[in-house]
Structures are given as C-alpha cells and as structure tokens.
C-alpha cells in the first residue's frame, strides 16, 4: 500500500496550485499515515470492527488518486425536496457547488484554503489521510449575530464512475458569536466499493447554535468513515442526529470539547441495520469546566446478520464540576445472527457531579407483542408498531421540527 | 459544645485509627529461594515440596512460557517497571522444613502473629465454626477442623499437601480453568506458585462450616504466588472466606495468585473475600500490588458461582473475579465493594463469560474513592450465540469524595443472542449534603455521618457476606475512609 500511497500522493498534487509549504505539511501527514497504517484491532477504539480487514477483504486495493480535473454534472433529482435550503454539492470528492442563496452574503464568509492547527489535527490515522489527501479545505464562518434562515444541506453525492477509491473530504464551520445554523448531511451513492473518509470541524463560540443531522439511508456497498470534531465556548449547544442505515460499513467518530461554562452537546443516534452491515458509533464527550452538560441516546435495531457497536465515553476533568452527563444505547436484536457491543465509558475525576449511563439489549417484548395482536393487529404490524415507537423515542429528541418531519417520512414512521 | 482536651483525645483516636493495624512484621527465621526468576528457583521450590515430576514439568512449560510473553500494559495504575530478577520466590519459617504434625509443634512466634490477626488457630478456644487454613508467606502453616471435615468426606488442606496426597484430583482440575498460557501474571503464578488451599466436596454434600483462608506475607522482597483450587462435585455447596494482611514496609511487594473454582453439576460455591492488604502510607509509599486472576467455570448444568468481595487494601489492585456459564441454568454473581483512598489504586470488576443456555449473571460493584486514589470498575458481559435466553443484570455505581480522586466504568457488552437480555447501569455522584446535613441534625458528628451514609451505600453487597466477615467488613468501610472528609 505504501508505495501506491506516493504514488497517488505525488499524481494528486503534481499540477497542484498550493505553495511547497502547504505541500510539505501534507506531506508530513502522509508519512505519519504511512507509519500508522489503517486501524486494526490492536487499536481499543476499533476492538469491535476491524477497518483494515474490512477494507481488504470488502474493497481489496484502494487507488488514493482522485481526478477532479473536470466537473459533473449534477442531476437535480438529488436534491430534497418540500424544503427551502441552501446547498453545499460533492459529488465524487469534488465540490461542484455552493448555493447560500437564502442568506445574506455579508454574514456568510468561505475560504477555500483554511490552514487549520498542526498539532490539533494530528488525532488519529484516519484524520492524517484526509489531511494529506483532501484536496480544498474549506472554512465557512458564520458572521456575528447571524443566524441561517434556511438550513444548509451537504449532499455527499458518489457515481457509478469511482469504484476501490478513497474519498476525503473536509468541511471547518466556524460560528461567531450568538449566530446559529442548521446543517444537514445526506449521504447519496449510486457507487461501489469505495473507501470514503470525512473530516468535520466545528468551532462555536459564545451562544452559538449548530444542529448537525447525519444521514446515511440508501442502501450501498460503501465503507464510511466520518471524524467530528466540536470546540464549544460559553454557553454554546450543539445537537448531532446520525441516522446510520444505508451503507455496507459506517463508523462515526464524535469527539466533543466543553470549554466553557453552560455549554451543552447532545447526540443522538438511530442504528437501523439489516443484511450485513456494519455500523459503529463512538463519542467523546470532554466535560473540561464547570457547568456543562451532555447527553447521548443511541437506539439500534439488528436483523440479518448486522452488527452494531456503541463506544460512548464521558470524560469529567477535576475542574468540570456540577457536570451532568448521561448516555444511554438501547438495541432490539431481531435475529440470532444479530450483534450487538457496547461500551459505554465514565472516567471521572471531580466529585460534585451526576453522571449515568446505561445500556440494554434484547428481544423485543412477546408480552408487548401479544397485547397488541390482542387487540386486532398480525404479528407484523405488531412488531412494526413497536419498533417504531422504539426509534421515535429519538427522533423526538429533535428539536428542529421540518426536519423531524423529514426524517419521520424519509424512515416511514407515522404517529 | 466540645472541650479541648476531647477533642486532642478523639484526634488521637482517630491517629490510631488510621494507622493500618496489621502493619506489624513477625522476627522469625525464613528459608528463602535465591533471589530472582530461573529454572533453578522451580526446580527449588519443586524439589523443597517434594512434588511429583508432572507437576516440575508443568511448571517448567509455564516458565518457558513466561519467557515469550509480555506484561499487559492496557490497566489504569499504571506502576513501576517490577524486576522480576530482584524478588524471593520462596520463603518459609525456618521451623517448616519439617512440616509440623499438630498445632502444638507450630512455633509460638507464628501462633502470636496469627492471634494479633486474629485469626483463632486453637480450635479449643474457637468459638465461631470456620474452619480456617492459615497461609504465611511462602506456606501453609494451619488447618482447622480437619477431622470435622473428613467425616463427611470433605478435603481442606494445603495445595501442596494434596499434591502429595490426591495427585488425581489436582492433576485433573489444575490449569483447567486458568490455563498455562493465559496472561503474564497467572503464568508467572502458574510457575512459581509455592502454596495455596484447596478444596474438594464430594457430592451431595454441604459443607457445615465456612472454610476459610488467611494470607499473610511476612518476609521482605518477596512476592506472595498462592494458588487455590476449589472443587464442588454434585450437588455440593461450598462457602469459601479468604482474608489478608501484610506488614508495613517501604517497598513494593507482589501478590499474584491464582484461584481457580469449579462447580459441577447443581453444585454452589461461594467465594468472599476481605482484602486488606497494606496500601501503602499516605503519600503513597510501599504497599502491596496485589495482580490476582481469580476465575470460576459452571461446568456442569444448574450450577452457581457467587463471587463477594470487600477490597479495601494494596497499593494497586488490580483483578477481575469472572464466571464462565457453561452449564445450561448456571447462575453467576458478582458483588464487589472497592475503596481507594490516600495514593491507592484499583482497577476491578468480573467477567460472565455466557455459553450455556438459560444461563444468569448478576454484577453489583460499588466503587468509593477518596483522597488522590483512582477506582476503575472493568468489565465484560460476553452472551455467545448458543447461550439462548440469558439474562445478565449490571449495577455499578461510585461515589467520590473530593476531586482530587477519580472514578471510571469501562464497561464491555457483547450480545450475540437475540433471545437474551442484557441491562446495564452505572451512576457517579458525591454524598449529597442534604443527607450530611439530616444526619449531623440528628448528632451524628460528620465522620460518622459519612460511615453511616456508606455502609448504606454498600448494604447490598455487605449483604452478601457471612455475619463474621460482614462485621469486620463494616469496621473496614468506616476505617478506610477515615480523615477523607472534612
């Protein structure tokens, strides 16, 4: 792999307008890539699934080279509809384009070369591949006071024409004061057997709000990786949604600084998997001064043959006291092929604190299941009517009410 | 309102208090090993035994073993490098060469040491009814009510004797439940272990008295390797005690042993234990490190393994007492209360390792931390694809007091069945001030407000233990938190 790894290094930035400096320090991430290697098993946070063996035998050879020299067309049945939004466009790994046009152009500001912190980014492997192969670096900064009329939606769109590629992708928001914005992430591939590695940053500052709603539905060969990252200042919030379903493979990474005092991050996460797949979820949530607050909420649902993981870590500094922090990974298994493996962790080191998790799996309920057949349903609307109530625990948890309802409809759960 | 001089005297009592009262060392002549770690020490410590050539042979595997493997390094406390070179592997009251017949023949030094432990010897002056096997070092020096025991067919007695006299049983169960190679630590014990208590119950018997052992390290530099093997036959049952202590000494000692419980069809065994090991002074010096691999397997169907243990003492601890259910019905529980306070460290907790079907496991661990001390509870709950049906149920929750002090949950949870069902839970908090405030109103002064408010904390598990470990473990909880508030 190493030496296909320069090879697609050297091919990629051959033509490449960045000055040698920038060159250089993509450079330094290769090597360090290249040191690492893709994470295995020998790595606590990936005990329970295991990339490298994945890749090798789902994907095979990875090519890293991504020619994004000439544009795509973008077809305009990708775009959600009975919504007004503004609109970010990958397709393939390329920005094609960037639609703000609900906003006002003076609040909104994106640069193209963003130069984030050295040592900040060196995280793990997987964030120095996308650090070495990301192609831009974007940077959009929401102006003070201002807040997003319209969400912003990021289609993450893969044709047919990519296949054993490796994507990397990198979006920084940066939030001023007191502003706010809704971002909604949809993953959509028509492609196959592509390895696609996603790096967020989110930096908010005092009273800023970011709602961020992930959503993986379409069902695809894909293996997904996805690192995001949250600095938040005083008395800032953020909300993630992950609606994991679509892909073959999909692990997301959430690692959260609380900074300031009354900053608060929620995260929550449906895990709906059937025929194989693999899905992962793994916060860390750094409770780092006083007065902050987090809570989590994972719920899975496993048949044939899925595997879910929940890794959910609380950290409380000696400084962070009156924290409250809670978690809780809830998952029907549906079949005795299913998996499921949880960690959920709590390392505290201040006394003056409430924290809890819990974790639970099983069967769904026989007694539950007779009472409502009971009263005139067959045994599958029964199941269905359960599950959904199971998985509307969640997406009740949503404060964004259009895009409660989006999602209600696009997983068909009625109330 | 208090007077001075009260309160010099109640400061002063709580002086004592705090000072770790097994932290006495005993003037008696040892027999030692050569220092360090090789094939001439086994063979030593083989030959001074006079064991069988099975067993040097399967000690020598374990040393060859050893050679190739690392020490685990994924623990919390993290500890100084241990030379394994610089430590005695044996060591024996010089008055032991010849094993003595009756308690009479035993050197009065060591019956002293064990009356200032309080652990009666005597049987004539015995009131309760435990039957006690005494380990001092390297060797086991005493066993009570033998002959009360071997009516009814029951064998309690040092490992090594019955190395000597059922080969057959040690031979079969020995390393059937921690193997040769299972980590650094059970390995190095699995060559060099020097003495140990082991237990058969024959079946359909149940054992009248609780059986128990006392360890106490004595000797400096050397590293306690006790080994311990219970067998419950059929429809046995079997309560089994275990308490420690070792004197104060500057340096870091070792404790790694190896227990190993086996239950066999509808039998029960039930294994509690008080550690009170010396932590160390308050600033963290000395102390015992005590690496214990502590492992039951249900092997037959309807059995029940019950783990308790009270872990109050040793620098570090660091073990996981775990159930393998691999008998169909097998029933496994682990209470556990673990207090950390000065520089003290534990990383603690089980493992249910679910083969059988309709198999339960229940965990309860209560974790208190005070003063700089770290307190991690770890642990697995493995359900496998066959174990249909299973139920596993786990509570853990910690209190801190300061925060200067840590306290963690790793948890690992593993469902492979669809049938079964798994539920964790785990809280962190403080004592609260309302329930400070409630007991002082009432005149409780806020130390003893505290022991209250933790023996409630812990009455789950103290529950669990027999009525005279159940005292002494309450005396425990109160005096291991002394001085950690206010």
Same mark, same amino acid.
């Given at each position: 792999?190493?030496?296909?790894?320069?090879? @697609?290094?050297?091919?990629?930035?051959?033509?490449?307008?960045?000055?040698?400096?920038?060159?250089?320090?993509?450079?330094?991430? $290769?090597?360090?890539?290249?040191?690492?290697?893709?994470?295995?098993?020998?790595?606590?946070?990936?005990?329970?699934?295991?990339?490298?063996?994945?890749?090798?035998?789902?994907?095979?050879?990875?090519?890293?080279?991504?020619?994004?020299?000439?544009?795509?067309?973008?077809?305009?049945?990708?775009?959600?509809?009975?919504?007004?939004?503004?609109?970010?466009?990958?397709?393939?790994?390329?920005?094609?384009?960037?639609?703000?046009?609900?906003?006002?152009? *003076?609040?909104?500001?994106?640069?193209?070369?963003?130069?984030?912190?050295?040592?900040? =980014? *060196?995280?793990?492997?997987?964030?120095? =591949?996308?650090?070495?192969?990301?192609?831009?670096?974007?940077?959009?900064?929401?102006?003070?006071?201002?807040?997003?009329?319209?969400?912003?939606?990021?289609?993450?769109?893969?044709?047919?024409?990519?296949?054993?590629?490796?994507?990397?992708?990198?979006?920084?928001? #940066?939030?001023?004061?007191?502003?706010?914005?809704?971002?909604?992430?949809?993953?959509?591939?028509?492609?196959?057997?592509?390895?696609?590695?996603?790096?967020?940053?989110?930096?908010?500052?005092?009273?800023?709000?970011?709602?961020?709603?992930?959503?993986?539905?379409?069902?695809?060969?894909?293996?997904?990786?996805?690192?995001?990252?949250?600095?938040?200042?005083?008395?800032?919030?953020?909300?993630?949604?992950?609606?994991?379903?679509?892909?073959?493979?999909?692990?997301?990474?959430?690692?959260?600084?609380?900074?300031?005092?009354?900053?608060?991050?929620?995260?929550?996460?449906?895990?709906?998997?059937?025929?194989?797949?693999?899905?992962?979820?793994?916060?860390? +949530?750094?409770?780092?001064?006083?007065?902050?607050?987090?809570?989590?909420?994972?719920?899975?649902?496993?048949?044939?043959?899925?595997?879910?993981?929940?890794?959910?870590?609380?950290?409380?500094?000696?400084?962070?006291?009156?924290?409250?922090?809670?978690?809780?990974?809830?998952?029907?298994?549906?079949? *005795?092929?299913?998996?499921?493996?949880?960690?959920?962790?709590?390392?505290?080191?201040?006394?003056?604190?409430?924290?809890?998790?819990?974790?639970?799996?099983?069967?769904?309920?026989?007694?539950?299941?007779?009472?409502?057949?009971?009263?005139?349903?067959?045994?599958?609307?029964?199941?269905?009517?359960?599950?959904?109530?199971?998985?509307?625990?969640?997406?009740?948890?949503?404060?964004?009410?259009? +895009?409660?309802?989006?999602?209600?409809?696009?997983?068909?759960?009625?109330? | 309102?208090?007077?001075?001089?009260?309160?010099?005297?109640?400061?002063?009592?709580?002086?004592?208090?705090?000072?770790?009262?097994?932290?006495?060392?005993? @003037?008696?002549?040892?027999?030692?090993?050569?220092?360090? =770690?090789?094939?001439?020490?086994?063979?030593?410590?083989?030959?001074?035994?006079?064991?069988?050539?099975?067993?040097?042979?399967?000690?020598?595997?374990?040393?060859?073993?050893?050679?190739?493997?690392?020490?685990?390094?994924?623990?919390?406390?993290?500890?100084?490098?241990?030379?394994?070179?610089?430590?005695?592997?044996?060591?024996?009251?010089?008055?032991?060469?010849?094993?003595?017949?009756?308690? *009479? #023949?035993?050197?009065?030094?060591?019956?002293?040491?064990?009356?200032?432990?309080?652990?009666?010897?005597?049987?004539?002056?015995?009131?309760?009814?435990?039957?006690?096997?005494?380990?001092?070092?390297?060797?086991?020096?005493?066993?009570?009510?033998?002959?009360?025991?071997?009516?009814?067919?029951?064998?309690?007695?040092?490992?090594?004797?019955?190395?000597?006299?059922?080969?057959?049983?040690?031979?079969?169960?020995?390393?059937?439940?921690?193997?040769?190679?299972?980590?650094?630590?059970?390995? $190095?014990?699995?060559?060099?272990?020097?003495?140990?208590?082991?237990?058969?119950?024959?079946?359909? +018997?149940?054992?009248?008295?609780? $059986?128990?052992?006392?360890?106490?390290?004595?000797?400096?530099?050397?590293?306690?390797?006790?080994?311990?093997?219970?067998?419950?036959?059929?429809?046995?049952?079997?309560?089994?005690?275990?308490?420690?202590?070792?004197?104060?000494?500057?340096?870091?000692?070792?404790?790694?042993?190896?227990?190993?419980?086996?239950?066999?069809?509808?039998?029960?065994?039930?294994?509690?234990?008080?550690?009170?090991?010396?932590?160390?002074?308050?600033?963290?010096?000395?102390?015992?490190?005590?690496?214990?691999?502590?492992?039951?397997?249900?092997?037959?169907?309807?059995?029940?393994?019950?783990?308790?243990?009270?872990?109050?003492?040793?620098?570090?601890?660091?073990?996981?007492?775990?159930?393998?259910?691999?008998?169909?019905?097998?029933?496994?529980?682990?209470?556990?209360?673990?207090?950390?306070?000065?520089?003290?460290?534990?990383?603690?907790?089980?493992?249910?390792?679910?083969?059988?079907?309709?198999?339960?496991?229940?965990?309860?661990?209560?974790?208190?931390?005070?003063?700089?001390?770290?307190?991690?509870?770890?642990?697995?709950? @493995?359900?496998?694809?066959?174990?249909?049906?299973?139920?596993?149920?786990?509570?853990?929750?910690?209190?801190?007091?300061?925060?200067?002090?840590?306290?963690?949950?790793?948890?690992?949870?593993?469902?492979?069945?669809?049938?079964?069902?798994?539920?964790?839970?785990?809280?962190?908090?403080?004592?609260?001030?309302?329930?400070?405030?409630?007991?002082?109103?009432?005149?409780?002064?806020?130390?003893?407000?505290?022991?209250?408010?933790?023996?409630?904390?812990?009455?789950?598990?103290?529950?669990?233990?027999?009525?005279?470990?159940?005292?002494?473990?309450?005396? =425990?909880?109160?005096?291991?938190?002394?001085?950690?508030?206010?």
């Amino acid at each position: 792999m190493e030496k296909q790894l320069i090879k @697609d290094f050297e091919k990629s930035f051959k033509n490449s307008n960045l000055d040698s400096e920038k060159i250089n320090l993509k450079k330094e991430f $290769l090597n360090k890539f290249i040191k690492e290697g893709l994470p295995g098993k020998n790595l606590e946070n990936w005990k329970f699934s295991d990339l490298s063996k994945i890749i090798k035998t789902e994907i095979g050879d990875l090519s890293f080279y991504n020619d994004i020299s000439s544009p795509n067309k973008i077809d305009p049945s990708i775009y959600l509809k009975g919504m007004e939004h503004n609109s970010i466009v990958f397709i393939n790994g390329r920005v094609e384009k960037i639609n703000l046009k609900f906003e006002e152009i *003076d609040k909104v500001e994106i640069s193209e070369d963003f130069q984030s912190d050295k040592t900040s =980014l *060196d995280i793990n492997s997987l964030v120095n =591949l996308n650090s070495a192969f990301a192609e831009k670096n974007f940077l959009l900064t929401v102006k003070e006071n201002y807040s997003f009329k319209k969400p912003l939606v990021v289609y993450h769109y893969t044709n047919k024409k990519i296949k054993s590629q490796n994507l990397n992708l990198r979006l920084n928001f #940066e939030l001023e004061k007191n502003t706010s914005l809704k971002l909604i992430d949809v993953l959509d591939d028509f492609s196959e057997k592509n390895f696609i590695n996603t790096f967020y940053s989110f930096k908010l500052n005092e009273d800023a709000i970011l709602k961020n709603y992930k959503l993986d539905i379409k069902n695809n060969s894909n293996i997904k990786y996805s690192f995001t990252n949250f600095e938040q200042e005083k008395n800032s919030l953020s909300e993630t949604f992950i609606l994991s379903s679509g892909s073959d493979f999909n692990k997301n990474e959430i690692n959260c600084n609380l900074n300031g005092n009354y900053s608060s991050a929620f995260v929550n996460g449906i895990l709906s998997l059937n025929k194989k797949k693999h899905h992962e979820i793994r916060t860390n +949530v750094n409770h780092l001064t006083e007065s902050t607050k987090s809570y989590q909420l994972i719920k899975s649902v496993l048949e044939n043959n899925a595997r879910a993981v929940y890794q959910g870590k609380i950290f409380v500094s000696s400084d962070a006291q009156k924290t409250d922090g809670y978690q809780l990974s809830k998952a029907i298994l549906l079949e *005795d092929t299913t998996e499921f493996n949880a960690k959920p962790e709590l390392e505290i080191y201040a006394d003056d604190v409430k924290c809890s998790h819990g974790s639970a799996s099983g069967s769904l309920n026989e007694n539950s299941i007779f009472y409502i057949m009971s009263r005139g349903l067959n045994y599958k609307q029964a199941k269905e009517l359960l599950i959904n109530g199971f998985l509307l625990d969640v997406i009740n948890k949503i404060t964004d009410e259009d +895009v409660k309802n989006l999602i209600k409809t696009m997983i068909g759960i009625k109330e | 309102m208090k007077t001075e001089s009260s309160q010099n005297s109640r400061e002063k009592e709580i002086e004592k208090l705090k000072k770790y009262k097994y932290g006495f060392s005993t @003037d008696i002549e040892n027999i030692k090993a050569p220092k360090g =770690l090789n094939e001439e020490v086994i063979r030593f410590i083989s030959n001074i035994k006079k064991e069988p050539k099975w067993l040097l042979d399967w000690r020598l595997k374990a040393y060859q073993r050893l050679k190739v493997l690392k020490e685990p390094n994924w623990q919390k406390p993290k500890y100084p490098k241990i030379n394994y070179q610089d430590l005695y592997y044996y060591s024996a009251p010089k008055s032991f060469k010849e094993k003595p017949k009756s308690l *009479d #023949e035993l050197d009065p030094k060591l019956l002293e040491t064990y009356k200032k432990l309080g652990i009666p010897l005597q049987e004539q002056k015995r009131l309760n009814n435990i039957a006690v096997d005494a380990v001092f070092d390297s060797v086991s020096v005493a066993t009570t009510f033998k002959d009360k025991l071997t009516e009814k067919g029951i064998i309690f007695c040092s490992i090594s004797e019955a190395i000597q006299k059922h080969p057959e049983l040690v031979r079969k169960y020995l390393g059937s439940v921690i193997p040769l190679t299972d980590h650094f630590f059970a390995t $190095l014990n699995s060559a060099v272990f020097t003495d140990g208590s082991f237990v058969y119950v024959p079946p359909g +018997v149940r054992c009248p008295m609780e $059986l128990s052992t006392y360890f106490r390290i004595n000797a400096s530099d050397t590293g306690q390797f006790e080994r311990t093997l219970i067998i419950a036959d059929k429809g046995s049952y079997v309560s089994y005690l275990e308490g420690c202590t070792a004197p104060m000494r500057d340096e870091n000692q070792l404790h790694a042993a190896n227990v190993e419980l086996i239950a066999l069809d509808d039998a029960e065994i039930k294994y509690s234990t008080v550690q009170n090991w010396y932590p160390g002074d308050k600033d963290g010096k000395g102390g015992i490190y005590n690496f214990v691999t502590k492992r039951g397997l249900c092997k037959g169907k309807n059995s029940k393994i019950s783990w308790t243990q009270v872990e109050t003492g040793s620098a570090i601890t660091w073990k996981y007492p775990s159930c393998i259910l691999k008998g169909d019905n097998s029933i496994g529980e682990f209470y556990s209360i673990a207090i950390t306070n000065n520089h003290q460290k534990a990383d603690t907790g089980t493992k249910m390792i679910h083969l059988g079907k309709n198999t339960k496991s229940k965990i309860i661990s209560k974790g208190i931390s005070a003063g700089f001390s770290d307190m991690t509870y770890r642990g697995l709950v @493995d359900i496998s694809k066959k174990a249909d049906n299973s139920r596993n149920y786990t509570q853990c929750d910690s209190l801190l007091m300061g925060n200067k002090c840590g306290a963690h949950t790793v948890p690992y949870i593993k469902n492979k069945n669809s049938g079964s069902n798994l539920a964790h839970e785990a809280t962190t908090s403080k004592i609260s001030e309302e329930q400070l405030h409630y007991c002082q109103q009432r005149g409780l002064n806020s130390e003893e407000a505290v022991g209250l408010i933790v023996n409630g904390f812990c009455k789950e598990v103290l529950q669990q233990l027999p009525m005279e470990f159940a005292v002494e473990a309450q005396k =425990l909880v109160g005096i291991s938190l002394e001085g950690s508030v206010g």
